[in-house]
């Protein structure tokens, strides 16, 4: 066995003895090589207590090598690959969960958070590749048709302009990012907590090969595996750290996608959360943050992962109206003219506060842009047309004090 191959049985047999992001293993494989290192569990002498229980246990149901050459058998024949630190497409962004601390952690899956040993792979992108313009659209399983809307534009967008959409494959937001991702004609990738060959949830089963034939599968797991729930909370680490910048859509209070949001900020990269409802109890995870920033859509999400003074979100603005144009004395000859009569010329410039010849100068104006029709008695508003689409009835026949009768429609 070539150096190469055996440094790759040894990292798929160190994932199978220990759960990914496993920090006493990660520094071993930094000092040791991952030859040396799982020789050194395989012999007992682990540098800590709970590793050493860890190894003994998962050695109990099997040899670690053998283990490792049937996870590598078995990933052959699903069409996968192996992709390790050693091969080019190794995605580098993900050393940057060295740096990762989260504040006030506890629990083992906010504790072990080192970088993966090695991913599992099904699709024809190379993996650095589709991740080097990558976003991260994460949220609730039960996303509200608002957060599903905006999940599946969000997806759409980012696609359609040569970002990778990444995401868990979940229910709700995740699917109707990968979704998105697909109708727009866009690379996506599923980032699972289990073997490719079982793939949850099965529900999603068809959008998987969708995803796989024109994007990519990712698991840190072998084939086999399955989707234990602290699974999910280790991979959403790798979530936040292979993207450019995560985006939360809709999560409760409790969400998983809360937590990929959380490390994305704990490894710097730009955490964005889509405002919701208040009333809504999947708005209450995204709005806890005040980290994050407040994004509408895809032009914010580009503003704060793109290129600097390249990809600038337009302002928001109301549509722009013919008044929105006027200069502030012909504003107020147009404010001077009474809603339901005309009055002359001299009436007009009095109301306004300026000069005849100034009212007669913006009046002409008004004139010209179909604001202000001139009558026999005078200067009066013209009438505003109605929205387009609104229901137009039988206008009334009689006229009211200072006005004609409209004709009948």
Not at 128 to 147: C, D, I, Q
Not at 165 to 170: D, H, K, Y
Not at 305 to 313: H, K, N, P, S
Not at 367 to 377: G, K, N
Request: glycine share 10%.
């Amino acid at each position: 066995m070539t150096g190469r191959a055996e440094r790759l049985l040894a990292r798929v047999a160190l994932t199978w003895l220990t759960e990914p992001g496993t920090w006493s293993v990660h520094r071993l494989v930094d000092q040791l090589g991952p030859v040396a290192a799982l020789d050194l569990l395989l012999a007992g002498e682990a540098p800590d207590r709970a590793l050493r229980a860890a190894v003994a246990a998962r050695s109990a149901e099997g040899e670690a090598r053998v283990v490792a050459e049937q996870a590598l058998a078995r990933t052959e024949r699903l069409g996968a690959r192996v992709v390790t630190p050693d091969d080019e497409e190794w995605p580098a962004r993900v050393a940057d969960l060295r740096a990762l601390r989260l504040s006030g952690a506890a629990r083992r899956v906010d504790l072990e958070t080192a970088p993966p040993l090695c991913f599992w792979v099904r699709g024809a992108w190379p993996l650095g590749e589709a991740l080097a313009r990558s976003v991260a659209v994460v949220g609730a399983r039960a996303a509200t048709p608002y957060g599903t809307h905006v999940a599946t534009e969000l997806g759409y967008g980012l696609a359609e302009r040569d970002w990778t959409v990444v995401s868990g494959g979940a229910f709700g937001i995740d699917s109707a990012a990968h979704r998105g991702a697909l109708t727009a004609g866009g690379l996506t990738i599923a980032v699972l907590a289990c073997g490719l060959d079982r793939p949850y949830p099965m529900g999603n089963a068809a959008l998987f090969d969708r995803i796989a034939e024109t994007g990519l599968l990712v698991s840190e797991w072998m084939p086999g595996a399955e989707p234990l729930r602290p699974r999910f909370l280790i991979r959403n680490r790798v979530i936040a750290a292979a993207t450019v910048g995560t985006v939360l859509v809709e999560a409760a209070a409790r969400s998983g996608a809360t937590q990929t949001l959380n490390r994305a900020i704990g490894v710097g990269r730009p955490a964005m959360v889509v405002p919701g409802p208040v009333t809504s109890a999947m708005s209450v995870g995204a709005h806890e943050d005040h980290r994050a920033r407040l994004v509408t859509g895809t032009a914010h999400v580009l503003e704060e992962v793109g290129r600097i003074g390249y990809d600038l979100a337009p302002p928001a603005r109301a549509p722009e109206r013919p008044r929105d144009r006027l200069d502030d004395e012909a504003v107020q000859v147009l404010e001077a003219l009474p809603r339901r009569k005309a009055i002359g010329l001299e009436r007009v410039a009095a109301r306004a506060g300026v000069d005849l010849r100034t009212a007669m100068r913006k009046l002409s104006m008004l004139e010209e842009l179909a604001m202000v029709v001139r009558r026999d008695d005078g200067y009066a508003l013209a009438p505003t047309p109605p929205e387009p689409g609104t229901a137009v009835g039988r206008a009334p026949t009689t006229a009211g004090p200072g006005q004609s009768a409209a004709p009948p429609s």
